[in-house]
Every structure is written in C-alpha cells, then in structure tokens.
C-alpha cells in the first residue's frame, strides 16, 4: 500500500495524541509513506510549539526530535517542483485554502498514494474533492 500522510497526522507518531494508535497501522513492512517537502519544516515547528507551550515536557520533546531525525529519511517526499507548484496554484484558486495546506493536498495528489490521511478537517475535505483514492481523517 502506499499512503500520504500530513504533519497534522503523522506528528501522531511521535507524540501520543489521540489517532496516534490509527495512523500506527499504516507503519508495516508493506507500507510505502510518503509526506510534503513541507513536512521536515513543519515537524520539526510543531514538536517545538508543543514544547513551547508546554502541551509536551521537555524529555517527550527530545524523545519525538529524535525519533523524527531517525525516521525522515524512511519516508518518500514529494519533491518541489514546477508541477507541485502549479497544482498549488490551482488548489488555492479552486478551494478557499492555505498556502502550505495547498501544496500539502498538491503533494498527497503528485504522490499517487492509494489513501491520503489527514487530521486537518478542511484538508479533508478538499482531499475528498479532488483526489481519485481515499481521503482519511485521523
């Protein structure tokens, strides 16, 4: 199988949320995952908002960082490129988004991933909208 999945979601992996025992099953020897190029930038900024905030103590952080720096090169990223640009592009015309979450749906559609998973509602549902495969919300 291969999977899309978002920061929103795939930060379940690394900090105990609730979703994180879901998106635990789509880690098998199976599984091909793939994330945004955004996706190193907005982890590492997510752990340490969680950090900054104290929604995590200060070992939790350090044991998810590292975690994180293991793992990302395991995963497949949807490179930069004039045609994840351009989808962006469209994404942002088409659907009232973001710019980043326009160019995370952008890579979960290059990506040809059988399922994209999100914990963003509104990434959902513009998932839903315009990819041909399943589009989950964790």
Same mark, same amino acid.
């Given at each position: 199988m291969v999977v899309f999945i978002d920061t929103s979601s795939l930060i379940?992996?690394? &900090?105990?949320?609730?979703? !994180?025992?879901?998106?635990d099953r789509y880690f098998t020897e199976d599984t091909i995952v793939y994330i945004s190029p955004l996706t190193p930038v907005e982890m590492n900024s997510a752990l340490k908002r969680k950090l900054r905030e104290g929604s995590i103590s200060?070992?939790? @952080?350090? *044991? *998810?960082?590292?975690?994180?720096?293991?793992? &990302?090169? !395991? @995963? !497949?990223?949807?490179?930069f490129s004039d045609e994840i640009v351009s989808k962006a592009i469209?994404?942002?015309?088409s659907h009232d988004v973001k710019t980043?979450? *326009?160019f995370q749906i952008s890579a979960a559609v290059l990506s040809g991933a059988d399922e994209s998973v999100t914990s963003?509602?509104?990434?959902?549902?513009?998932l839903e909208a315009i &990819?041909?495969?399943? *589009? &989950?919300?964790?």
């Open positions: 379940k992996r690394y &900090v105990e949320e609730t979703g !994180s025992s879901e998106i200060d070992e939790t @952080y350090r *044991a *998810a960082i590292g975690s994180w720096h293991e793992d &990302v090169h !395991s @995963y !497949s990223i949807v490179m469209d994404i942002v015309n980043l979450d *326009a963003d509602r509104q990434m959902h549902r513009v &990819v041909n495969t399943r *589009a &989950v919300y964790i």
